[in-house]
């Protein structure tokens, strides 16, 4: 049987498909830097992230200004933390929108597809990191607890990589 080797993307995809909430931090204008939680609804096959959002909204017309942003997923029940690089813009795509479009979307929007300020972020990813810890809580505990005693790092507590795409 053939070694199954995943591409970079398809390792991050694998990553962030159970988690779809993210923490997508912008900066405004004087350079300081804001977070909100935005609900993923795609990693296509060319390593873009896409959001929907109201284009109404400040962090949204500082992308212009300030494209560079982060997304950080995480899911501490299972000891994953993704953190994601890359550059946004703000899109009015009405085939892109028709694609991702759910009822739990529509909730959002007043006017559904058809809401004046619906748009989407496409995020470029740059390059990813993320930290993915295998063992059990119990094996972690054991690590900590040795790494407390004899005052040594923990080994072996996970995955840790990075991903330039």
């Known amino acids: 049987m053939a070694e199954k080797h995943e591409t970079p993307l398809q390792q991050l995809r694998d990553k962030i498909s ?52 982060n997304v950080s997923f995480s899911d501490p029940d299972d000891s994953l933390y993704v953190s994601i690089a890359g550059h946004a813009e703000v899109v009015h795509d009405r085939a892109k929108t028709d694609e991702l479009w759910s009822p739990m979307v529509a909730a959002w929007f007043d006017g559904g597809k058809d809401d004046p300020h619906l748009a989407l972020i496409r995020v470029k990813i740059d390059s990813a990191e993320y930290w993915d810890t295998h ?31």
């Open 18 to 69: 159970d988690v779809r909430f993210g923490m997508l931090t912008t900066q405004d204008p004087d350079g300081k830097l804001s977070s909100r939680p935005m609900t993923s609804q795609q990693l296509d096959d060319a390593g873009q992230i896409w959001f929907f959002t109201s284009d109404n909204t400040d962090f949204v017309r500082h992308l212009s200004e300030h494209p560079a942003i």
């Open 135 to 165: 063992s059990s809580k119990m094996t972690q505990l054991y690590a900590l607890a040795k790494s407390a005693l004899t005052g040594k790092a923990p080994r072996d507590l996970g995955e840790h990589k990075k991903i330039d795409l």
